[in-house]
């Protein structure tokens, strides 16, 4: 069964760095497109970004296009997300989660299309001085 763990999450002032790690368990990231979603107080989940299986296609979302990386580590298992020059609108709870596409070249920022069924616990980042 696929588990995902994220981690790396915490308090950072404006204009900070931090990087999110989502551990895969059960199987391998070849089978499996990786997405980062994000949810803050009263507002709906938000894509923040994705990569593909096959580690080939990644996507931003516009709010952090340009500040933000999505990396992965085939032999950790793992998931990275670098978000740099943090703004207090990047408060929010973060998942990691997972689709079931193997060896795919594409991957979605849409959370309804039924795709991610596996999800992680959610880790909480706060941008505040």
């Known amino acids: 069964q696929l588990q995902l763990m994220e981690s790396g999450g915490g308090l950072v002032q404006p204009g900070g760095s931090l990087r999110l790690s989502c551990a895969v368990s059960g199987s391998t990231l070849d089978y499996y497109g990786i997405a980062w979603f994000r949810q803050a107080p009263g507002k709906e989940h938000e894509g923040v970004s994705c990569?593909?299986?096959?580690?080939?296609?990644?996507n931003y979302a516009d709010s952090v296009k340009g500040r933000s990386t999505i990396s992965r580590d085939t032999v950790k298992n793992t998931v990275y997300l670098q978000l740099n020059s943090l703004k207090p609108e990047d408060t929010a709870v973060y998942y990691c989660?997972?689709?079931?596409?193997?060896?795919?070249?594409?991957?979605?920022?849409?959370?309804?299309?039924?795709?991610?069924?596996?999800w992680g616990q959610g880790i909480q980042v706060t941008v505040s001085s």
């Open positions: 990569i593909s299986s096959s580690g080939l296609s990644r």
């Open positions: 989660a997972a689709a079931w596409e193997p060896y795919s070249d594409i991957c979605t920022l849409v959370r309804d299309d039924g795709s991610y069924n596996f």
